[in-house]
């Protein structure tokens, strides 16, 4: 029992390390949702800017010269319309036009063949014709007959409007723009967006870092002063173990030696009343010690229930093992009856070892015990009137292994305590505990 079983010792670089990869892991998520959001940002406007363009052109350009002769299939009126279309329209990523009628039939397209053909109008269609004033896009499907002469161009984004004729026909202009110029517009905007944010990302974990490496080191002395008590309260219970096999063999252990001895020296002499009767009292006297002298040891190794009899009898069962061994003790503990069990148990276990250190090695006449408690804070005061120390002869007993006061002060910090012990040659020693009520 000697060393406690240690836990994982903490890594200040590893855990720094763990912390940067999942910040990067997080960061390539977080950048990964912007540029979808960029993109798709990017391709919104770029198809909002060609839904635009295709109603301006639609009403700037076709409309005035959508003659009832265009309509009716004229070759001049349609040579003219397309010269219009080619010149002013068909330009960048507007590659094909097209101009129906309600019936669905082709009145115009740049690509000749197509007109005149007939094809069933979609119901979006019908609405945009209906309307004249709404303009509505969608994803061209080139598998449609319609489509066949768009095929070659790849992905199309179709944007249609409604149109009238010079004699009012209802009419549908539909245009149709490269579909890469639209993903292009989500890349541009997602490259305007990249450098700035992927920039305040990096920054944010960079900064991040110093919090981490100093949350590390925290985490890193939390566990080292775990391990610290362990280690203490290890050492603190062997050098109890050890104490109390010390007490037993040179004080309950050699009294009850000596009667033995001495009740079978009685038993081999014969009987003799005078000497019997001196030889009995002393025995009875030895035994009253033995017995107090265990009592003492009981106490230590299995405390009294201070939950049901209170800090103020324990206290008082404990200053009965020091006036059995010659040191007055006045008590005054009466106001600290109504503390807690767990403030109590720390009270007690702290007079425990002080008074155990006046018994070993102050050589006090008399000891001085008091416990009050004013509603914030509990506290407990030990004077003996000893021989006192110096603070070197303290070190020296630390460093040779006396661990008592500073598991005693370990204890106490673990409450939330404090414990100052004054001293001097001479002149005795003052130990005070003092104890927050929470």
Excluded at 74 to 85: G, I, R, V
Aim: net charge negative; hydrophobic share 45%.
């Amino acid at each position: 029992m000697g060393t406690p079983q240690r836990d994982r010792a903490v890594s200040v670089p590893g855990l720094v390390v763990r912390f940067s990869l999942a910040g990067l892991v997080v960061m390539v998520l977080l950048a990964s949702v912007i540029a979808a959001l960029a993109r798709e940002a990017g391709q919104d406007q770029a198809i909002d800017a060609a839904q635009e363009v295709t109603a301006v052109t639609a009403r700037g350009i076709a409309e005035p010269r959508l003659t009832a002769q265009l309509v009716d299939g004229d070759p001049e009126q349609l040579t003219a319309f397309n010269d219009a279309m080619q010149r002013y329209v068909l330009t960048g990523s507007l590659v094909r036009v097209k101009l129906w009628d309600a019936d669905g039939r082709v009145v115009y397209s740049d690509e000749s063949r197509l007109i005149g053909r007939r094809y069933p109008l979609g119901e979006e269609e019908r609405e945009a014709l209906v309307d004249q004033r709404g303009t509505d896009s969608e994803i061209s499907d080139l598998t449609q007959e319609e489509n066949e002469f768009e095929r070659p161009f790849g992905k199309l984004l179709e944007v249609y409007t409604g149109v009238s004729s010079s004699d009012g026909e209802p009419l549908l202009f539909e245009a149709y723009f490269r579909y890469d110029a639209v993903a292009a517009a989500g890349q541009a905007q997602w490259r305007s967006y990249a450098p700035p944010a992927l920039a305040a990302l990096l920054l944010l974990q960079l900064v991040q870092i110093p919090f981490a490496w100093s949350l590390a080191r925290r985490l890193q002395r939390q566990q080292q002063d775990r391990q610290r008590l362990l280690q203490h309260a290890v050492d603190a219970s062997a050098a109890e173990r050890r104490r109390i096999a010390g007490d037993l063999h040179d004080g309950v252990v050699q009294q009850l030696t000596g009667v033995t001895y001495a009740l079978d020296a009685a038993r081999l002499e014969g009987l003799d009343a005078e000497r019997d009767a001196a030889l009995v009292r002393e025995t009875a006297v030895q035994l009253r010690s033995s017995t107090a002298a265990l009592r003492s040891l009981l106490v230590d190794i299995y405390p009294p229930n201070l939950a049901e009899e209170g800090l103020p009898a324990a206290l008082t069962e404990l200053a009965e093992g020091l006036q059995n061994a010659g040191v007055r003790v006045a008590l005054d503990v009466e106001s600290a009856a109504d503390l807690t069990p767990e403030v109590s148990s720390v009270l007690f276990r702290s007079a425990q070892e002080v008074l155990r250190n006046v018994v070993a090695h102050s050589r006090a006449q008399r000891v001085e015990v008091q416990a009050r408690s004013d509603g914030q804070t509990a506290v407990l005061v030990v004077d003996d009137d000893g021989r006192g120390f110096d603070q070197a002869d303290l070190e020296e007993q630390r460093a040779a292994g006396h661990l008592g006061l500073r598991a005693l002060g370990d204890l106490v910090a673990r409450a939330g305590g404090r414990l100052e012990v004054t001293s001097a040659p001479g002149q005795g020693t003052r130990a005070e505990v003092s104890v927050p009520l929470r």
